[in-house]
């Protein structure tokens, strides 16, 4: 695979990762609403690290919204903005967090 492939698919598989991170909230009723308020401002600051400039910005507020409103934690966000960046935009917007 190439080095840009690659990156991809890093993105993708930690996209996917912090949506299930997110998502796990909902197996714990009431406590889930707890971890959210700690979860929250770090996926949002986690988004805007991934994807950078004006995108990664608005991206990571939308997250940091996303995770913070109950029941909406079922919105893959990361996932969203993977597709948008690597499918329906097809430019690249930031770089990866090495994990």
């Given at each position: 695979?190439?080095?840009?492939k690659d990156k991809k698919?890093?993105?993708l598989?930690?996209?996917l990762l912090l949506d299930l991170v997110g998502m796990?909230?909902?197996l714990f009723p009431g406590l889930g609403d707890m971890l959210d308020l700690v979860w929250a401002p770090v996926a949002g600051w986690l988004m805007t690290r991934m994807y950078q400039g004006k995108m990664g910005k608005a991206a990571g507020v939308?997250?940091?919204i996303e995770e913070l409103v109950p029941g909406l934690d079922v919105i893959p966000t990361f996932t969203i903005?993977?597709?948008y960046t690597y499918v329906f935009s097809g430019k690249k917007?930031?770089?990866i967090i090495d994990v």
């Amino acid at each position: 695979m190439t080095k840009k492939k690659d990156k991809k698919i890093k993105y993708l598989i930690l996209g996917l990762l912090l949506d299930l991170v997110g998502m796990s909230s909902l197996l714990f009723p009431g406590l889930g609403d707890m971890l959210d308020l700690v979860w929250a401002p770090v996926a949002g600051w986690l988004m805007t690290r991934m994807y950078q400039g004006k995108m990664g910005k608005a991206a990571g507020v939308v997250t940091f919204i996303e995770e913070l409103v109950p029941g909406l934690d079922v919105i893959p966000t990361f996932t969203i903005m993977w597709l948008y960046t690597y499918v329906f935009s097809g430019k690249k917007v930031g770089k990866i967090i090495d994990v």
